[in-house]
C-alpha cells in the first residue's frame, strides 16, 4: 500500500475525501454528454454528506466515479481530482485501486438484488469479501461473516449463511449488502439509494442500522437519494446537485432552513408535508429537467427559475460562500426574498 | 345523488398457488381478503400500504382487470364483480384507471393523437375530425401543447406521458378513477405537478379518486379518507386528518413515524419496528401485524380483530381493525 493512502483510521473531523472539479462525460448515440460538469465536495471523517438531486442531475454518476466504475467505455473523467487520504484516485494504478476498492471505501447499491450473486450461498459472497482484503483461513472467513450478519441485526446468522439470496426479504437482502460494504473495515461507505426499494418502515430500520453502525465504526458516509427527507433525517453536510452541477451545498441546517438556491427552495416547497391542509394545492417548479444534450446556457436553471434575469442565460454563476461552508451557484442569491418555511 | 359511488362489500381476490410436477394449487394467495370502504361522489379514497399488502390487486379487482373471488363491487348500485365480460363495456366508460409508469400502459406503437381517439372509436362516439376535435381539447385540459398529438410516448419525459396517461383516463367523463401509484415513479418537482393536475381536474369534473399509493404524505394531502392496508386487510380507515392526528392502529402509528420527514435531526424519537412481514400464502392466524407490533398479546396470535368503529358512524367512521384501544 502506498504511502499516502495509510492503514491507520482517519481522525474525526478530518477530510477524508476531496473531490476537486470533477468532470464525466458519456458517449452517446447523440454525442458527447457531460454528466457531470465541475463538481468539488469533500467528506469529513466519521460524517454524512448527502448528495441530492432528481433523475439525471448527475449524482450517482459523481459517486461512480469515485471508485472508477463508471460503465466502460462509454464513461469517463474528463477533468479534476478525487483525493482519498491526499491520494489520487483518478490517477491511481489499477492495483491501488484493487486496495481502495476491498479494504477503504464500499460501496451499496440500491437494489441489493442486483448486488448480490444469485448462485451463491450469502456465507461464501461475504467470506468472498472479507478474504478480499485479509490471509485468514476460510473458515474463520465464514465465522466473521456470521458475525457480520449479526453485526447488521439479521436474526439466527448462523443459519442465514447458507441460505441464498432469494430466501431473504428486500429488507434483509440490504443488510446483507450493508454487511458486505463493512466487511473490509471501510474508511468510507458510499450508498446510492440505499433503501429507495424498500418499505417506508424498512426504510426506516436501514437507516438505523447505519447510523448506529457509523456511530460504533467512525465510517463516514456518502449517501445519495432524491429523497429531501431521507437527507433531513441522516446527513450532516448536504450538496444539491441539479443538471451534472453543484446548485447548493452546505450543512443540513443550512439546506433546509436557510437554502439560497431557487432550486432547493423550489424542491422543498414542492414535499407535500403531512401538516399541510388538505387538498391545498402545492406549489410547483415550472417545466422540467434540460436534457443533457441540450443544456442551456449560463446557468442550467434559468429556464426554469422565476428569478432569471438576463445574465443568468449569458453566463454559469460560480459557487458563491454564503457563510461558513454554505455555497451556492446562483448570481442572484443576494437579493432573493428572504426564505419561509413551506406552508400550503 | 345519495349514495356511494362506489361500495366494495367484503371483497377477497385470492390467487392459487401452483407447486409440483402438475402445476395443482397448493395453496392461496389471499392478496386481498375481506375489504370494504365506499367512495362517495366527488371524494377522494386514498388507500395505503407497503409493497404487497394487497392495495393494487384491490385497484385491479374494483376495474375488473383480475377477478375477485368473492364480494362485491357496487357502482351505482350495479356488482362489477360478478358482472360477466361483455355487460362490463359501459362501466369501463364510469371507471378508469390511471397507473404508475405511464412507459408501460402506454402503446408505444401508437401516436398520442391515436390513443386519445380510441376510447372514442371503441365506445362508437363522434367522426374522425371530432373525435381528433376531442383529443386536442383532452391535451390542452391536462397541459400539453397541440402538437403533442402526432408524437409517439418514447418522446416524452415522465411527468408528460402521465398527463397522457390523465388525458386518456378522462376522455369519457369517467365518474370514477383508480389511480395506482400516478406520481411515484416521478421525480420531486414533477409530482407536485401532476398531483396538482389531478386536484385540478377534480375540481372542474367532480371526479371520484381511488387513491392508491405506499406515501402516506402523498396520500394524505389528496385525500378525504384514507384506508390503511396490511396483508389484505384494512387495519385502519377514517377522515385523513384524523387518521394522521389520531392513529389507533399500532401498524399506521408506525407508518407514520417512519415516514422522513424534510426537517433535519428528528431522527431520535422515531418508532423502529422489528419483526418481518408474514406471507401472504397460508398468514399465521389471528392479527396479521402479529409479527411486528410492539403490543402483541396472546389473543393477537389466536383471533382476527374485526375493523370496528371507534369514533363517528358510516361514512364519518374512524375505524380500526386491533383487539385494544391503545
Given at each position: 500500500m502506498s504511502s499516502t493512502a495509510a492503514s491507520s483510521s482517519p481522525s474525526r473531523g478530518e477530510v477524508l475525501l476531496d473531490v476537486q472539479d470533477l468532470s464525466v462525460e458519456f458517449d452517446t448515440e447523440a454525442g458527447r454528454a457531460r454528466a457531470v460538469d465541475g463538481v468539488s465536495f469533500s467528506v469529513r471523517a466519521g460524517q454524512t454528506l448527502g448528495i441530492v438531486g432528481e433523475s439525471g442531475c448527475g449524482k450517482s454518476v459523481t459517486a461512480l466515479s469515485i471508485l472508477r466504475l463508471l460503465p466502460q467505455p462509454m464513461g469517463r473523467i474528463v477533468g479534476g481530482r478525487i483525493l482519498f487520504r491526499g491520494q489520487d484516485l483518478v490517477t491511481a494504478s489499477e492495483d491501488t485501486l484493487h486496495q481502495v476498492r476491498t479494504g477503504r471505501i464500499g460501496m451499496i447499491f440500491q437494489e441489493p438484488m442486483t448486488a448480490?450473486?444469485?448462485?451463491?450461498?450469502i456465507g461464501k459472497q461475504l467470506s468472498e469479501a472479507i478474504l478480499l482484503h485479509s490471509t485468514v483461513s476460510p473458515r474463520t472467513a465464514l465465522e466473521q461473516s456470521v458475525g457480520l450478519l449479526k453485526k447488521v441485526g439479521i436474526p439466527s446468522p448462523e443459519l442465514r449463511v447458507s441460505e441464498f439470496p432469494h430466501q431473504l426479504s428486500g429488507g434483509m437482502r440490504q443488510r446483507v449488502v450493508i454487511a458486505m460494504a463493512l466487511a473490509c473495515g471501510p474508511d468510507l461507505v458510499i450508498a446510492d439509494e440505499p433503501t429507495t426499494a424498500l418499505d417506508v418502515t424498512i426504510q426506516a430500520q436501514i437507516l438505523e442500522l447505519m447510523k448506529e453502525l457509523q456511530d460504533e465504526m467512525g465510517m463516514s458516509i456518502i449517501l445519495i437519494t432524491h429523497d429531501l427527507g431521507v437527507i433531513a433525517e441522516t446527513c450532516e453536510d448536504v450538496m444539491v446537485m441539479y443538471a451534472g452541477r453543484v446548485a447548493e451545498t452546505g450543512s443540513v441546517e443550512d439546506i433546509f432552513?436557510?437554502?439560497?438556491h431557487p432550486y432547493t427552495r423550489g424542491l422543498l416547497d414542492s414535499i407535500p408535508r403531512l401538516e399541510f391542509p388538505r387538498k391545498a394545492r402545492l406549489r410547483t417548479i415550472e417545466g422540467m429537467v434540460p436534457a443533457l444534450m441540450d443544456l442551456p446556457a449560463g446557468c442550467r436553471f434559468n429556464n426554469r427559475c422565476p428569478y432569471r434575469i438576463d445574465r443568468c442565460t449569458a453566463e454559469a454563476p460560480p459557487l458563491a460562500?454564503?457563510?461558513?461552508?454554505h455555497r451556492v451557484g446562483c448570481h442572484r442569491w443576494r437579493e432573493l426574498p428572504a426564505w419561509q418555511e413551506p406552508t400550503a | 345523488m345519495s349514495g356511494p359511488l362506489l361500495e366494495i362489500r367484503d371483497l377477497r381476490t385470492w390467487f392459487p398457488v401452483r407447486g409440483g410436477v402438475l402445476l395443482s394449487a397448493r395453496g392461496q394467495c389471499k392478496a386481498v381478503d375481506g375489504v370494504s370502504l365506499s367512495v362517495w361522489p366527488g371524494e377522494t379514497v386514498g388507500l395505503v400500504g407497503e409493497s404487497g399488502c394487497g392495495k393494487s390487486t384491490l385497484g385491479k379487482s374494483v376495474v375488473r382487470l383480475v377477478k375477485p373471488t368473492a364480494g362485491q363491487v357496487l357502482f351505482e348500485g350495479t356488482d362489477l364483480a360478478s358482472l360477466p365480460g361483455r355487460r362490463l363495456k359501459p362501466f369501463r366508460r364510469e371507471v378508469q384507471m390511471i397507473f404508475q409508469d405511464p412507459a408501460d400502459s402506454l402503446?408505444?406503437?401508437?401516436t398520442v393523437g391515436s390513443m386519445l381517439e380510441e376510447p372514442f372509436l371503441i365506445h362508437g362516439i363522434g367522426d374522425e375530425s371530432s373525435r381528433r376535435e376531442k383529443a386536442l381539447e383532452l391535451l390542452r385540459i391536462v397541459g400539453l401543447p397541440p402538437a403533442a398529438i402526432d408524437r409517439f410516448p418514447f418522446e416524452f419525459s415522465g411527468g408528460q406521458r402521465q398527463r397522457i396517461g390523465i388525458a386518456r383516463a378522462i376522455a369519457l367523463n369517467p365518474k370514477l378513477i383508480i389511480c395506482d401509484e400516478p406520481v411515484s415513479a416521478l421525480d420531486a418537482s414533477i409530482q407536485s405537478q401532476i398531483l396538482n393536475l389531478l386536484l385540478d381536474l377534480q375540481e372542474r369534473l367532480n371526479l371520484s379518486y381511488l387513491f392508491i399509493a405506499h406515501d402516506l404524505a402523498v396520500v394524505k394531502h389528496v385525500s378525504d379518507r384514507i384506508a390503511i392496508m396490511y396483508l389484505g386487510h384494512v387495519v385502519e380507515s377514517g377522515d385523513a386528518e384524523e387518521i394522521y392526528r389520531q392513529s389507533r392502529h399500532p401498524y399506521t402509528r408506525a407508518l407514520i413515524s417512519a415516514i422522513p420527514q424534510p426537517v433535519p435531526r428528528r431522527g431520535s424519537y422515531r418508532q423502529i419496528l422489528s419483526g418481518e412481514v408474514p406471507s401472504p400464502i397460508d398468514p399465521p392466524p389471528g392479527c396479521p401485524f402479529q409479527t411486528r407490533?410492539?403490543?402483541?398479546?396472546?389473543v393477537c396470535r389466536e383471533q382476527m380483530p374485526p375493523l370496528r368503529e371507534v369514533a363517528g358512524s358510516g361514512r364519518e367512521a374512524h375505524a380500526v381493525a386491533c383487539h385494544f384501544d391503545l
Open positions: 448480490l450473486n444469485p448462485v451463491h450461498r432552513h436557510r437554502p439560497a460562500a454564503v457563510a461558513g461552508s | 402503446n408505444s406503437r401508437l407490533c410492539p403490543h402483541v398479546q396472546a
